[in-house]
């Protein structure tokens, strides 16, 4: 993804009053509200940069935008950011020490920020079947997110793989476009919850292949795109391929918690705990927003809209403790 940097990039500052970890929506949104509150963010990008939205191509529900590229949709609010004052930086935080006071981030660059009150939004990654061919055709026909791309598949058959309550609704919520749905999963039943299984029993466009793997998507080359999927029968060993416009790989998300695991309380799987109607966490000055603590909408504009709650959560949280306009404190004990 293009970027277009900015003259704190080379120069990141010992302390700063809110860090926020993660470009994607979420991070983004609350660098521009925390800009406009004169809190002087600063964000670190991560491995990915703009994050989950710049591995898809078209996204149709950014309000506004009736069709834009997701890589350019990320420029275009890294640039927002920018614009209203945020320093980013090209970097990745590996260690975060949530029980000093401030903060203290160490960077990759060996760099390392102390901060009075910290953002995390650093997203979740869909799991993947981790084939070559997933990879080939991610966002020309393979997909993680039906409400995402559902919509490009009307009257197209498409492939669900999974058995979980997410690959039941994926593929419930599929039939609103396509002609067929075909559910793939490795095991003879399915572990979504009983009301799910019936509704999905009971719609006629969507049929089961049970003890099945998925070995290989296959696709034309120009235009790149799916045109079936190549199982294998688990217990039989016998391999069979299915016509498809799209397959939807509803094995999970995993949240991206790792730095915050063991300081900061988690659910869900390793989706980190806010209280509910708000973005502050287990510890007092810490706020999370989008994916890492949305186990159920995963939306980009719920992202957003999670930014901008954790900014307005951390600006008033500073207030409160006499640090909104305050310079940057010494080491002393911030009470929670
Ligand atoms: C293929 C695909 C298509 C999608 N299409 C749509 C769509 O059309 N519409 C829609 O609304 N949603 C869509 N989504 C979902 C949407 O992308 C996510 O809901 C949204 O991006 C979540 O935003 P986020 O800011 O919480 O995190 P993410 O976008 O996941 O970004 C996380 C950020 O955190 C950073 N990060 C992670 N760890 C660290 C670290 N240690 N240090 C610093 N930074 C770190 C990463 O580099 C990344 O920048 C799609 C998702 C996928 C995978």
Redesign the pocket.
């Known amino acids: 993804m293009s970027h277009a940097p900015t003259p704190a990039e080379t120069a990141l500052p010992a302390h700063s009053r809110v860090l926020i970890?993660?470009?994607?929506?979420?991070?983004?949104t609350a660098a521009v509200y925390a800009s406009r509150a004169m809190l002087e963010p600063v964000l670190?990008?991560?491995?990915?940069?703009?994050?989950?939205?710049t591995?898809?191509t078209?996204?149709?529900?950014?309000p506004g935008e009736t069709e834009i590229q997701?890589p350019d949709l990320m420029v275009k609010m890294e640039a927002h950011a920018a614009a209203m004052g945020a320093r980013i930086f090209i970097?990745?935080?590996?260690r975060l020490d949530l029980k000093a006071r401030p903060f203290v981030a160490e960077l990759d660059s060996g760099r390392r920020i102390t901060a009075d009150a910290v953002i995390l939004?650093?997203?979740?990654?869909?799991r993947w079947l981790e084939l070559e061919s997933e990879e080939k055709f991610?966002?020309f026909g393979v997909?993680?997110?039906a409400?995402?791309?559902g919509f490009f598949y009307r009257n197209r058959e498409v492939v669900v793989v999974g058995g979980g309550n997410t690959a039941v609704e994926e593929a419930l919520f599929l039939t609103k476009f396509a002609s067929k749905v075909t559910l793939v999963h490795r095991r003879d039943s399915l572990r979504a919850e009983k009301i799910l299984q019936d509704r999905l029993f009971k719609n006629p466009k969507i049929n089961v292949i049970w003890d099945h793997e998925v070995l290989e998507v296959q696709g034309d080359e120009q235009p790149l795109g799916v045109t079936c999927v190549r199982l294998r029968n688990l217990k039989t060993g016998t391999e069979q391929t299915v016509p498809a416009d799209g397959v939807f790989v509803a094995i999970g998300h995993a949240p991206?918690s790792e730095?915050v695991a063991g300081q900061l309380e988690l659910h869900h799987g390793g989706y980190v705990k806010v209280e509910p109607g708000s973005t502050r966490t287990s510890i007092p000055g810490v706020f999370a927003?989008?994916?890492?603590t949305?186990h159920i909408y995963?939306?980009?504009?719920?992202?957003?809209g999670?930014?901008c709650m954790a900014a307005l959560d951390a600006e008033r949280w500073l207030a409160d403790h006499h640090m909104a306009g305050a310079p940057a404190p010494d080491e002393a004990e911030i009470p929670a």
Do not use: F, H
């Open positions: 970890v993660g470009s994607g929506p979420a991070g983004y670190i990008q991560g491995m990915q940069p703009g994050g989950q939205l591995i898809t078209e996204v149709e529900n950014w997701g970097d990745t935080v590996t939004a650093t997203g979740a990654q869909a991610k966002g997909s993680a997110c409400t995402c791309d991206a730095l927003a989008g994916d890492l949305d995963r939306q980009a504009v719920t992202s957003a999670m930014g």
